[in-house]
């Protein structure tokens, strides 16, 4: 019973961390940064994140933004602190990183006609692999799966297919220097 309720205490965000990010939000709101943080950190999203730990190592959304705030001509202004910052703060992280990269396309969501179209231009990984199966990799399918395609289409990194991260540069040619 103590170690649950000191654990439940230890997720707590500190006043003193509250005051900060309180003052951190509100100077970031009158600087002059063009940072991806400052565009994308409403009060809406403030408000909802502010009070969030994550659950195994306690960041906060001041962990997550801290140098953004000291630091207004950051381009991003956002680092994870630890791997559950990602979906702990996801509604900070996700228009971030969208924003950021652009070209992601999460399967997740993705429409059957976008995935079909991306499966047979032979871009885009597909579900049904036996050997992905039986080692039970499949088991949330379509879930933290997705891709990155560049505008040339000959650039692309899958992410949670086999490999964590496979990354696919390709050239028509024999020119290994442009792959």
């Excluded at 306690?58 to 202004?77: A, E, H, M, Q, W």
């Excluded at 993705?110 to 597909?126: A, N, T, V, W, Y």
Aim: a negative charge; charged letters at 30%; aromatic letters at 10%.
């Amino acid at each position: 019973m103590f170690l649950r309720q000191f654990c439940k205490c230890a997720s707590q965000v500190p006043p003193e961390v509250l005051e900060e990010l309180e003052q951190g939000f509100e100077d970031m709101k009158e600087c002059d940064s063009k940072s991806l943080l400052k565009k994308h950190l409403t009060k809406e999203r403030f408000d909802k994140l502010k009070d969030k730990t994550t659950p195994t190592y306690n960041s906060t959304l001041l962990d997550c933004i801290r140098s953004g705030l000291k630091n207004p001509d950051s381009g991003v202004g956002i680092y994870a602190p630890d791997p559950e910052a990602y979906s702990t703060f996801s509604d900070i992280f996700d228009p971030i990183i969208e924003d950021y990269h652009g070209t992601y396309f999460p399967l997740c969501g993705m429409e059957k006609d976008k995935q079909q179209e991306l499966i047979d231009s032979h871009l885009l990984f597909k579900e049904g692999d036996r050997f992905l199966k039986d080692a039970k990799a499949t088991r949330y399918w379509p879930t933290g799966r997705g891709i990155y395609i560049n505008d040339n289409r000959n650039f692309l990194v899958w992410v949670n297919e086999e490999d964590h991260v496979r990354i696919i540069s390709m050239e028509k040619g024999g020119n290994l220097g442009a792959v």
